[in-house]
C-alpha cells in the first residue's frame, strides 16, 4: 500500500468521515470566535466593578433624571463623602469582628450576636441616611425627578422618562 493511499482508505470509514469534518467545523468555529474577539473586542466596563457608597446609588440614579435634576442628586451626596466613608470602614470592621468570631474555636455565640447586630446597624445607617438625603431634595427636583427617586416612571420595569 502507497502512503497516498492510506489518508483515503482512513476516510473512506463513514465513522471517521463523519469526526474529521465534526472536528474541522469545530476548528473553523473557533476560529471564527477568535477573529471576532481580535477585530472587535468588548467594550470597556462604564463603572468600576466596585462603587462606593454614595457613587453607587447617584450614578445608578442619575441617568434618569434629567441633567438639572441628576446635578442636583449630585451635589446633594458629595458632603456626605466623609461620613460614608467612615461609615463603610465601620461596617467592614465590623464584618471583619463577625469573621474572626466564626473562626474561633468555640464560637462565642453571645459575642458573634452582638458583632452581627454591629454590622447590620452600620448598614442601617448608611440605609437612613441616604434616605434622609433623597427626602431632603425631593422639593427641588421636578415631578419626574421625584417619581423615577420612589421608584414611579422610570424604574426598572418600567417606561423610562425622556430626558428634558
Do not use: W
Not at 13 to 18: A, D, N, S
Amino acid at each position: 500500500m502507497s502512503a497516498s493511499a492510506a489518508p483515503r482508505q482512513f476516510l473512506r470509514r463513514p465513522g471517521l468521515r463523519t469526526l474529521a469534518l465534526a472536528s474541522l467545523a469545530l476548528n473553523l468555529f473557533f476560529g471564527a470566535m477568535l477573529v471576532a474577539t481580535v477585530r472587535h473586542p468588548s467594550p470597556p466596563s462604564r463603572q468600576p466593578a466596585h462603587q462606593p457608597m454614595p457613587d453607587r446609588f447617584v450614578e445608578r440614579m442619575a441617568p434618569d433624571l434629567s441633567d438639572a435634576d441628576a446635578g442636583r442628586l449630585r451635589a446633594a451626596f458629595e458632603p456626605l463623602r466623609p461620613r460614608y466613608d467612615a461609615l463603610t470602614r465601620e461596617y467592614h470592621e465590623a464584618g471583619q469582628q463577625v469573621r474572626a468570631l466564626l473562626q474561633a474555636d468555640p464560637v462565642d455565640y453571645d459575642s458573634l450576636r452582638a458583632a452581627t447586630e454591629a454590622a447590620r446597624a452600620k448598614r442601617r445607617q448608611m440605609g437612613e441616611l441616604t434616605e434622609e438625603t433623597v427626602l431632603s431634595i425631593l422639593p427641588d427636583l421636578s415631578p419626574a425627578g421625584r417619581l423615577r427617586l420612589v421608584g414611579g416612571p422610570g424604574s426598572p420595569g418600567m417606561p423610562a422618562m425622556p430626558k428634558k
